[in-house]
């Protein structure tokens, strides 16, 4: 125990000595909770919620499973004291969904209404050891909930699995929308502003309903390290089969026709059969902004995504983010959406469904891509290997295996293939160095220019 450790735990039980010489003994029992490591072991979820507002506290809840199905506020558990260090390992909590739903709770004086089950509000706050679903299946009144927001400096979050659901319209992903209209989502962990020096270390996001599972609005210097997230997919040809339900009952068409976040819908919006979804959204991402404040300074250590809309995002935040020995698999939109500035390094993705590399962003300058190709085979809906977008960039791909990259995949530069799509029209690609060590075809269309260019695979010039 260090010394710091210590004098916590001479305080804590200084303090609760007081209390009883003038409440009498009945809170002897509370004294001999105090561990040995200073760690306040508490038996009962009421106990905890007394402890949230505290400052410099250290506090175990007994292991076992817990129910919360009542609130008073938008944000279920408020955590917001100072100092403190919450210890919930083999904690289960579950947490019914209607809560989500209530339009009688406290609402928050931040002017954002969204609901949440875990709010982090405090400075130097550690929770770990968590594991937490939503059940039930009831959607909630809009759709921002989210199971954690931390927005709090100096926050760690250890080791804590997330399960999402209750989420609507559930098993169409992105076809009926990202919100508003009929679709309430439910996210998995917010990072957002005023956030700063958050840390992100071995959670699991177990994504089980339309969302994000970690993502960041106006958070600056946020660490994501050994983390896990998995979605799940679905074929467009199972939506079609069906004799019931919400994509039924909308005569199978979507929100919109064309390019839906990596699934083509015919242009009048009728859904077609050989496409594939994913039935959450991104795995990692950054936003650009909150209210204002920049997303920015963002690294992602050592993290698995798959099966999700996008896997690992960064290319809508501006300040050149990190992302190191990472692997992204089977997601259906793009394996890594890369922007301005951007580095990735020692990473690796498959293009199964979407490819594994996107720089869709014309105005995305000088990222540094480090990509390794893993087993591309018996996916569907996809011929893209990579698009690139931008000025300035260095991109280097690479497989273990050339058997790995079907014949009829590309390499586009100056691409509105893919999730290229949403730039419309006028992509260029310029000044791009790309080392293509796979036997991939590379198209450089037009809008190409000044481009270096080593390839194990054929270099094609498209003209217009």
Same mark, same amino acid.
């Given at each position: ?5 210590? %004098? ?58 817990? =129910?919360? /199905? ?16 919450? /210890? ?53 009144? =809009? ?77 600056? *210097? ?59 959204? /991104? ?7 909150? *209210? ?14 798959? =099966? ?16 190191? *020995? ?32 996107? %720089? ?46 079907? /014949?009829?995949? *590309? ?11 949403? =730039? ?17 075809? %590379? ?15 054929? %270099? ?5």
């Amino acid at each position: 125990m260090n010394r710091r450790d210590k %004098v916590l735990k001479l305080k804590s039980y200084f303090l609760l000595v007081i209390g009883c010489s003038i409440i009498g003994t009945s809170c002897r029992a509370q004294v001999e909770n105090i561990q040995e490591d200073g760690f306040i072991l508490l038996d009962n979820i009421a106990d905890l919620y007394r402890y949230m507002g505290k400052n410099d506290t250290k506090v175990r809840l007994k292991a076992g499973n817990y =129910q919360i /199905d009542d609130a008073e506020h938008i944000r279920f558990m408020r955590f917001t004291g100072n100092n403190s260090h919450f /210890d919930l390992s083999g904690v289960r909590l579950m947490v019914d969904t209607k809560l989500f739903s209530r339009s009688d709770l406290k609402k928050s004086d931040d002017g954002n209404s969204m609901y949440c089950v875990i709010e982090i509000s405090g400075k130097n706050v550690t929770l770990e050891g968590l594991y937490i679903e939503t059940y039930g299946g009831q959607a909630g009144r =809009q759709s921002k909930n989210k199971i954690f927001n931390i927005v709090g400096e100096d926050v760690t979050l250890k080791n804590v699995v997330l399960r999402t659901a209750g989420s609507s319209p559930w098993g169409y992903g992105s076809l009926y929308g990202l919100g508003g209209g009929d679709v309430r989502k439910m996210n998995g962990i917010r990072v957002g502003y005023p956030a700063k020096n958050v840390k992100l270390i071995g959670c699991k996001v177990h994504a089980r309903a339309m969302g994000h599972s970690i993502f960041l609005q106006g958070a600056e *210097n946020t660490l994501i390290e050994d983390c896990h997230i998995d979605g799940l997919l679905r074929t467009t040809d199972a939506i079609l089969a069906e004799t019931s339900g919400y994509g039924f009952d909308k005569n199978f068409y979507a929100g919109k026709g064309g390019y839906i976040e990596g699934t083509t819908v015919a242009e009048d919006g009728k859904i077609l059969p050989g496409e594939i979804i994913s039935l959450s959204e /991104d795995g990692i991402r950054m936003y650009p902004e909150y *209210n204002g404040h920049p997303t920015k300074n963002t690294t992602v250590k050592n993290c698995t995504v798959f =099966q999700m809309r996008r896997g690992i995002c960064t290319g809508l935040s501006t300040s050149g983010d990190k992302v190191i *020995n990472c692997q992204v698999r089977d997601c259906v939109a793009a394996g890594f959406n890369v922007g301005n500035n951007d580095t990735l390094m020692n990473c690796s993705a498959n293009a199964k469904y979407s490819e594994a590399l996107c %720089v869709p962003y014309k105005k995305a300058e000088n990222a540094f891509v480090e990509l390794e190709i893993l087993d591309s085979r018996n996916g569907m809906a996809n011929i893209l290997l990579a698009a690139i977008n931008g000025t300035g960039h260095h991109v280097i791909l690479k497989t273990s295996n050339p058997a790995f990259i079907p /014949d009829s995949f *590309n390499i586009e530069l100056s691409t509105l293939n893919g999730y290229a799509f949403y =730039q419309r029209s006028g992509v260029y690609a310029t000044n791009i160095t790309l080392d293509n060590q796979t036997d991939c075809k %590379v198209l450089l269309l037009p809008g190409t220019e000044n481009e270096t260019i080593q390839s194990k695979g054929e %270099v094609k010039a498209i003209k217009n």
